[in-house]
């Protein structure tokens, strides 16, 4: 059983930044593939950025030019580096975990609250 913990989240200014982290418990992180998923009120969850076991990323509209996926395999940890944040940034933020021979995993989440 892999856990997940987030932290991170909070409150910050349009225009500000704000770095997630995300840590897995147990010893397959690293051949993981990781992903930052967001779920706003009212919307459904939608893929923001993921980055392979070899570093490869991939991100989606809402977060290119603005946000960089990182992880560091020996901290068990994947990052996301969330700059230049509009309020429509607005949501609850998850990790999830994929290996190739199981169900994913997922983080509790953690908020980020764009407002002036």
């Known amino acids: 059983q892999v856990q997940l913990v987030e932290s991170g989240g909070g409150l910050v200014q349009p225009g500000g930044s704000l770095r997630l982290s995300c840590t897995a418990s147990?010893?397959?992180?690293?051949?993981?593939?990781m992903a930052w998923y967001r779920q706003a009120p009212g919307k459904e969850r939608e893929l923001v950025a993921d980055?392979?076991?070899?570093?490869?990323?991939r991100y989606e509209d809402c977060a290119r030019g603005r946000f960089t996926i990182s992880r560091d395999n020996a901290k068990n940890t994947v990052y996301l580096q969330m700059n230049s944040l509009k309020p429509e940034d607005t949501a609850v933020y998850s990790c999830?975990?994929?290996?190739?021979?199981?169900?994913?995993?997922w983080g509790q989440g953690t908020q980020v609250t764009v407002s002036s």
């Open positions: 147990g010893d397959v992180f690293r051949f993981a593939l």
């Open positions: 980055i392979g076991s070899n570093g490869m990323s």
């Open positions: 999830k975990l994929m290996l190739s021979y199981t169900d994913p995993y």
